[in-house]
């Protein structure tokens, strides 16, 4: 688990002003973790001034595996996700999830499944990430935060739809016919690829709402016609209902699911994740 956010390379376009460090310790799951945060920093970026939070979670997989008292293990089909010594990573290691050519029915997740009642309705998150050499045309689901039973739930998700960023909501935990189905926002913006990059993003319950942000930098969404960067959910669409469709933030996960089969296999690694109650910023 993550011993320390200090001594890592920035891989974000950011500046940021140190302050007064604070050593604090959070308990997880039954795990103690000693974690040094940065307080009163202050974050200068293109979107403006935001102070750095504190996480209430994070993890930088330099233990060398996948802690089972934290991380459960959701994998179907070929795709296989371990902890491996990975280029370019802020340590020795990452999260390496690999989905193979022309797998269907597959999918490849570490799922922490226990997450604060600070984040219960309301949280931000943020990850290193490389994804190579493409992941193609389809839906693929990347990142989620819902409530517990993933896949067949109700989750907020970022996801890749014809190499563009999609956020989502998704709801998969009622039959089909009987209230199942989605919202997505195609992005503007195709996922990196063959780098190493930083996402953060915000996830809210009340209302439904998400915010990313890529290096920094906001994403958006062209939404009739109109560049939008916070993108709001109803469900079901047109009844104007906002608020609890997910019915709070119990676990979150990283990994990778294709809706279809890929021609060509891919990678997606992970670093440093984090959570917290307000916008965490690079890794320091």
């Not at 974000?12 to 974690?35: E, H, Q």
């Not at 009987?178 to 195609?186: A, C, D, I, K």
Request: aromatic share 12%; net charge neutral.
């Amino acid at each position: 688990m993550r011993k320390l956010l200090s001594d890592r390379k920035k891989h974000a376009n950011l500046s940021y002003r140190l302050a007064i460090p604070v050593r604090f310790s959070d308990k997880l799951c039954g795990v103690n973790r000693t974690i040094l945060t940065l307080a009163a920093l202050a974050a200068v970026s293109a979107t403006g001034v935001f102070a750095q939070g504190k996480p209430v979670f994070s993890e930088n997989f330099e233990s060398g595996k996948i802690d089972p008292a934290v991380w459960d293990q959701r994998v179907a089909g070929t795709a296989t996700i371990a902890v491996e010594p990975a280029d370019g990573a802020h340590g020795k290691y990452a999260l390496h999830v690999h989905y193979p050519d022309m797998a269907a029915g597959s999918y490849a997740f570490a799922v922490a499944t226990h997450l604060p009642d600070s984040v219960r309705t309301h949280f931000f998150g943020r990850a290193y990430m490389k994804i190579t050499p493409t992941m193609g045309m389809t839906h693929n689901p990347l990142i989620f935060a819902g409530e517990n039973g993933w896949q067949l739930s109700k989750f907020d998700e970022i996801g890749s739809s014809r190499g563009k960023i999609m956020p989502s909501y998704q709801e998969n935990k009622s039959a089909r016919g009987q209230g199942r189905g989605e919202v997505t926002y195609r992005s503007d913006l195709d996922w990196p690829l063959d780098q190493w990059f930083l996402i953060e993003w915000e996830f809210n319950d009340m209302p439904s709402l998400i915010n990313v942000w890529v290096n920094g930098e906001p994403l958006s969404s062209t939404v009739n016609g109109e560049k939008v960067e916070t993108l709001k959910f109803e469900w079901p669409k047109g009844s104007g209902t906002m608020n609890g469709l997910v019915g709070g933030f119990t676990e979150f996960g990283f990994g990778a699911r294709v809706w279809g089969a890929p021609p060509k296999g891919f990678d997606v690694y992970y670093d440093d994740i984090a959570i917290g109650t307000s916008r965490i910023g690079p890794a320091k």
